[in-house]
């Protein structure tokens, strides 16, 4: 009898040991991006010149990241897109954003705009976003959902 446990009890061992590795393995870039996973609304500060015009002011603004790796970006009109964690450090993460940039008149394709932002998390409720290259064009998001 005890020659026929001791078979089954090394299976259990190795089942146990398996399942910790696979726990332990997971991607740490997939775990920070599931804490952006929301709705988050804001405003966005706008400056600089548009034209002979120079704008200044803020507008709303409503950023969703989805679980799947895509977004939506509400600023004026509704842009769609992708997003990706590109590194992952404390409270602060950057992200690769693809957006879809709406044609131009007499131009059949919409064009991509790849930008990669800083995201820093103020608690659990509350990040600032901002364009790493242009990092004055900030935003403070808080979540809806």
């Keep these: 009898m005890k ?11 190795a089942a146990a040991v398996l399942s910790w590795v696979g726990c332990s393995g997971s991607d740490p870039l997939a775990a920070a991006g599931n804490r952006l996973v929301g709705s988050w609304q804001g405003e966005a500060k706008m400056s600089g010149p548009d034209s002979n015009v120079t704008i200044s002011g803020s507008m709303p603004v409503k950023v969703e990241f989805k679980a799947d790796g895509t977004m939506t970006m509400n600023m004026l009109m509704t842009l769609s897109g992708t997003w990706k964690v590109l590194s992952a450090e404390g409270d602060k ?50 979540r809806q959902s």
């Design 3 to 13: 020659a026929a446990i001791a078979p089954l009890a090394g299976l259990a061992a």
């Design 93 to 142: 993460l950057t992200v690769d954003v693809a957006l879809e940039m709406p044609s131009g008149p007499g131009s059949a394709e919409a064009k991509k705009d790849e930008r990669e932002f800083s995201i820093a998390f103020e608690g659990d409720d509350r990040i600032t976003m901002a364009p790493t290259d242009e990092p004055s064009e900030a935003m403070t998001l808080t």
